[in-house]
């Protein structure tokens, strides 16, 4: 007989719920299988353990780093650096997942962090120690290992298979410390990644202190997963330096890779400028991020230290007169001089540039740029300036190297000779003068007017990899003074020569110029 019950009359007989019981044993033990043995999949159960209240959202990116890392794990790899852009979960894959993922099957693991702060792998440290620690890692892993009773530092995390990892700050100390694992992240500070002494201060440590911490040479891998920001960065040290590292390069914007590494990862992308993570990062946000800065999207977001087409200075940024369109007269004209020429081979080259300046535009009137010994660049100072067709009002010599001694001789020949001690570097100065080129306020001669642009403008693009920087220099040198010190802006009235010094109170530079403030 076929019973007439309604549905809703029908109750769960034991056995259905004893087979549901055991059905999600089985995917449980599925899943805790599948995390054991991927890292990419034990990354997708365990960020709602780190992360209850942020949905995870899976990418092809994040993918690519597991991989890479657990054939780090695998041993397939000793040296690898990762280019990613910030906030695509390179510190969360690399620092807390990896690590611990590992400790599931290799417990007596040994890892060193760093960074350029220390608090960054530190809060690293406890975000690993909260998802161990946590009811998931533990029904499933509790087993294999457990957390030293008298060890809770912040910086340092013990297990009970001799296991540990240490946090800390990049230049640091550590002495008498080592690891299996040498994991660095971020070890420049964007903020100074064009600090020349500084940047290379990071390299040395690494090379003299971070790369030795090795527990063993033959096994111990070393990982450095960073935005670039500078050709000379770490990466780029190591990239040039080491045979046998594995680079994985993620652009936020794919540009045409066709390169494969040792693990047979290619860039799934296809088409031109098609976004890394478009539904973390959609469009109209990294337009924006571009917007705020070509030179810095490029190098921390695209992984290149420079924009395509262009260097600090691009092409496209300045802007040209013709000669019967320079202005008749200017507020301030000045002279700079780049005198790098060296004592041991004779000669090098010396650039001389003339420039004016007229309200919030910058004008390049003329350059000398040769060869030249001590003689002849105080010989090409003097002419240049005695030759002038226009009112020169301050002839700039940078006063480091073989500047004083120009500036020595020049007083005596030529008035208004200014000593000038630059702040930073070369390429910091090109990054102090690269907003006033980005806006259009800075004006070059019409190549078809003066063919020498040409060659001006292949060294302003493709600084800091052009053969010489002696123009680079001149220019930045004259844009960041003229700003700072623009005599009409500065006093107020109009500029007049007359004998005697400037009145001038910045300690910067010397007081030696005829021109005074009327």
């Known amino acids: ?38 890292l990419r999949e034990y990354i997708k159960y365990a960020w709602p353990q780190l992360e209850p209240h942020t949905p995870f959202s899976s990418n092809w990116h994040i993918d690519a780093m597991a991989d890479h890392l657990q054939a780090v794990s695998e041993g397939h790899i000793l040296e690898l650096v990762i280019n990613v852009p910030p906030r695509c979960m390179k510190s969360t894959t690399v620092m807390v997942m990896w690590p611990s993922w590992e400790w599931i099957r290799r417990p007596q693991g040994r890892w060193m962090f760093g960074a350029y702060a220390e608090s960054l792998p530190r809060d690293e440290n406890q975000r690993a120690r909260r998802l161990m620690e946590g009811e998931w890692y533990q029904s499933n892993w509790g087993d294999r290992w457990a957390f030293a009773t008298d060890q809770n530092e912040k910086t340092k995390i013990e297990n009970d298979k001799t296991g540990y990892r240490i946090a ?47 527990n063993n040479t033959s096994t111990t891998a070393r990982i450095l997963i960073m935005q670039r920001g500078h050709e000379d960065d ?26 494969v590494t040792v693990i047979g990862f290619r860039d799934p992308r296809t088409e031109d400028d098609q976004l890394m993570w478009p539904e973390h990062f959609p469009a109209e946000d990294v337009a924006k991020i571009e917007s705020r800065g070509s030179f810095e999207f490029a ?14 200075w691009k092409k496209d940024w300045f802007r040209f007169y013709a ?15 780049d005198c790098s020429f060296k004592d041991t081979d004779g000669s090098d080259y010396v650039c001389g540039q ?83 080129i980005e806006a259009g306020n800075v004006y070059l001669p019409m190549p078809e007017e003066q063919p020498w642009v040409s060659d001006l403008l292949l060294e302003y693009c493709t600084f800091p990899n052009a053969r010489h920087d002696d123009r680079v220099d001149a220019t930045s040198q004259a844009i960041i003074w003229l700003t700072k010190n623009d005599l009409e802006l500065f006093a107020g009235g109009s500029v007049e020569p007359e004998g005697g010094s400037s009145p001038y109170d910045d300690d910067q530079f010397e007081r030696t110029s005829p021109w005074r403030i009327g």
Request: glycine share 10%.
């Open 234 to 259: 770490l990466a780029g040290h190591i990239l040039a330096s080491s045979k046998n590292v594995v680079h994985l390069c993620l652009p936020m914007k794919y540009e045409g890779s066709k390169s």
């Open 168 to 214: 800390v700050g990049a230049r640091g100390s550590i002495t008498g410390k080592g690891g299996d694992r040498l994991v660095l992240d971020d070890p420049h500070n964007m903020k100074e990644i064009h600090n020349e002494t500084i940047r290379q201060g990071v390299i040395d440590w690494y090379n003299g202190v971070w790369y030795n911490r090795a």
């Open 354 to 436: 003339r420039w004016g300046k007229t309200g919030p535009d910058f004008y390049l009137i003329a350059q000398v740029w040769k060869k030249m010994d001590m003689p002849d660049t105080l010989k090409a100072v003097v002419d240049f300036r005695e030759n002038a067709t226009v009112l020169v009002n301050a002839v700039l010599i940078e006063d480091k190297a073989n500047g004083p001694g120009v500036i020595s001789m020049a007083k005596k020949r030529i008035p208004g000779v200014l000593g000038v001690n630059p702040e930073g570097g070369k390429m910091v100065r090109a990054h102090g003068a690269a907003p006033t």
């Open 323 to 337: 000669a019967r369109d320079l202005p008749a007269s200017f507020d301030t004209v000045v002279d700079s001089w």
């Open 299 to 312: 190098a921390q977001y695209q992984q290149r230290p420079a924009p395509r087409g262009g260097g600090v």
């Open 1 to 38: 007989m076929i019973s007439t019950r309604n549905a809703s009359q029908q109750t769960t007989s034991p056995l259905s719920l004893a087979s549901w019981k055991r059905a999600h044993r089985y995917l449980l033990a599925c899943q805790k299988n599948l995390a054991e043995r991927s």
